[in-house]
């Protein structure tokens, strides 16, 4: 879906819902689109991604956002709606960051 997130190990990450039944809770999945890649002293900028760096991560949990209310009202004529959405989430924690060959030397 073309989303970036930044991330260090140990954070949690909500991204939009994963398929249930091909992410099961538990499962460890490796992301290897790496774009940049830091540390204190050095950072890896990507053309367009890092060589070699990769971040893994586990599904922790399928769950939904709270509640957003969409409320429409047309003024004069006594007509109103009101409308609940909660959006379907999918809970990721991160468990290692590989920086790759480059970050190394």
Do not use: C, W
Request: hydrophobic share 35%.
């Amino acid at each position: 879906r073309g989303a970036q997130y930044k991330v260090t190990k140990g954070d949690l990450l909500v991204v939009d819902r994963m398929d249930l039944d091909a992410y099961p809770v538990g499962k460890h999945l490796e992301f290897e689109r790496v774009l940049l890649v830091g540390s204190a002293d050095r950072t890896l900028v990507g053309r367009p991604n890092v060589t070699g760096a990769s971040v893994t991560a586990m599904v922790e949990q399928h769950t939904k956002d709270k509640k957003l209310l969409i409320f429409k009202k047309k003024r004069r004529k006594n007509h109103k709606k009101s409308q609940g959405f909660r959006r379907h989430l999918t809970l990721l924690r991160i468990k290692d960051i590989i920086p790759g060959k480059l970050m190394s030397e």
